[in-house]
T-cell receptor
Framework: GAGVSQSPRYKVAKRGQDVALRCDPI?????LFWYQQALGQGPEFLTYFQNEAQLDKSGLPSDRFFAERPEGSVSTLKIQRTQQEDSAVYLC???????????????FGNGTRLTVT | AQSVSQHNHHVILSEAASLELGCNYS??????LFWYVQYPGQHLQLLLK??????LVKGIKGFEAEFIKSKFSFNLRKPSVQWSDTAEYFCAVSPLEYGNKLVFGAGTILRVKS
């Protein structure tokens, strides 16, 4: 596709429900990142994949958050037992090479806005 | 705590006014620096980036930024803004010691009055 695609665009969950957010990166992109953006804040790093390998998950806020990229393309961010503080926009980004480099900038999706009620 | 600071959260300018958005960071080692822009209803887009070399970098749409290492700053400038520059602007830093993470500032919302 032309860009990074995320679905759903909006998600409303009741507290305690599980949610799954999908990211389709640009075809052929090696690196995939998830960020969390709370209202009025900048994006905060959650996790990073290079192909199917999750190389960094240091930003995941709790063990309720889980991300996977089993075939090195599409990725899913899963949040179990959602809490109100999980309400945020979840951004996915991809880059053509490993990591972030001069010739391999991040391309962001439009994000999924999660509201936990 | 190590961080990225953007000095103004909201800026309102008239068309043709000059723009300077401040960005300071607190990481001491080698850093790569970025400015991203988010137009209303759109995704984050890269405006410009600094990795090495000339500290004055030029980006798209007439934007430029200057890396001043001694001041830990990477301010964004544009000599004459247009109504279409209305957007939110994010400074981001990628410290070498952090691997591939980008650390973002809180953003500056720019509104340009026509």
């Amino acid at each position: 596709g032309a860009g990074v695609s995320q679905s759903p665009r909006y998600k409303v969950a009741k507290r305690g429900q599980d949610v799954a957010l999908r990211c389709d990166p640009i075809s052929g992109h090696v690196s995939l990142f998830w960020y969390q953006q709370a209202l009025g804040q900048g994006p905060e790093f959650l996790t990073y994949f290079q192909n199917e390998a999750q190389l960094d998950k240091s930003g995941l806020p709790s063990d309720r958050f889980f991300a996977e990229r089993p075939e090195g393309s599409v990725s899913t961010l899963k949040i179990q037992r959602t809490q109100q503080e999980d309400s945020a926009v979840y951004l996915c980004a991809s880059s053509s090479e490993g990591g972030v480099s001069y010739n391999s900038p991040l391309h962001f999706g439009n994000g999924t806005r999660l509201t936990v009620t | 705590a190590q961080s990225v600071s953007q000095h103004n959260h909201h800026v309102i300018l008239s068309e043709a006014a000059s723009l300077e958005l401040g960005c300071n960071y607190s990481y001491g080692g080698t850093v790569n620096l970025f400015w991203y822009v988010q137009y209303p209803g759109q995704h984050l887009q890269l405006l410009l980036k600094y990795f090495s070399g000339d500290p004055l970098v030029k980006g798209i749409k007439g934007f430029e930024a200057e890396f001043i290492k001694s001041k830990f700053s990477f301010n964004l400038r544009k000599p004459s803004v247009q109504w279409s520059d209305t957007a939110e602007y994010f400074c981001a830093v990628s410290p070498l010691e952090y691997g591939n993470k980008l650390v973002f500032g809180a953003g500056t919302i720019l509104r340009v009055k026509s």
